[in-house]
């Protein structure tokens, strides 16, 4: 079976940083997406890792290790309008996707 | 930019009407998907296609079934809705490594 783990909630200060973890079990990968989706809005996609390491993409990044399993998100300069949830994704075979139950993240003034 | 739209953002059924969600994408994508998406459950995949006339389960496919005839639209089907698919439905579609959501329906049963 498919297992994603990442934490139900967090909170944060604006200009601060904040990582939200992920970790996965899963039968098979491709790679693995993270996706932010504010309330009642369809999820955006933010990035995709296939390899191990670290993806940058300006105030976010994303890093990757295969061999443990496990992901995380990286949101820097922390603005009022990153409040929203974030999704974490696993690609299997087929382009299947298996998503985590994501992470709220409330940026506080 | 792509685009993947959905017929209603808000519907309103009865117990065991037939209830049919269209969704359309404007890039040639190959890859469609159908997701279901309730609190503390995240996402979960009903459906999706490769190819037009082509169908594959997904993780949760009973109560639901699929229909492609045109490789542009993916529909979703509701044999005998239920209260307990009350849910957002989320469509999607893929193109190299990014899938694109469209804007979800909220679908009650009543």
């Known amino acids: 079976g498919q297992n994603i783990d990442q934490p139900t909630e967090m909170t944060a200060t604006e200009g601060a940083i904040v990582q939200i973890n992920c970790t996965y079990q899963?039968?098979?990968?491709?790679?693995l997406f993270w996706y932010q989706q504010h309330a009642g809005e369809a999820p955006t996609f933010l990035s995709y890792?296939?390899?191990?390491g670290l993806e940058e993409k300006g105030r976010f990044s994303s890093f990757l290790s295969r061999s443990k399993g496990y992901s995380y998100l990286l949101l820097k300069e922390l603005q009022m309008k990153d409040s929203a949830s974030y999704l974490c994704?696993?690609?299997?075979?087929?382009?299947?996707?298996?998503f985590g139950g994501g992470t709220r993240v409330l940026v506080k003034p | 930019d792509v685009k993947v739209t959905q017929s209603s953002r808000y519907l309103v059924k009865r117990t065991g009407e037939k209830v049919f969600l269209e969704c359309v994408q404007d890039?040639?994508?190959?890859?469609m998907f159908w997701y279901r998406q309730d609190p503390g459950l995240g996402l979960r995949l009903i459906y999706f296609?490769?190819?037009?006339?082509?169908?594959e389960k997904g993780d949760i496919p009973e109560g639901y079934s699929v229909s492609r005839e045109k490789k542009e639209r993916f529909s979703l089907i509701l044999e005998s809705a239920s209260t307990n698919q009350t849910s957002m439905y989320l469509c999607?579609?893929?193109?190299?490594?990014?899938?694109?959501f469209g804007p979800g329906t909220r679908l009650t049963v009543l």
């Open positions: 999607a579609s893929r193109g190299g490594n990014e899938q694109f």
């Open positions: 899963t039968s098979g990968f491709n790679g």
């Open positions: 890792n296939v390899l191990d």
């Open positions: 994704a696993v690609e299997t075979a087929g382009n299947k996707l298996t």
């Open positions: 890039m040639d994508h190959e890859n």
């Open positions: 296609s490769y190819d037009v006339k082509m169908k």
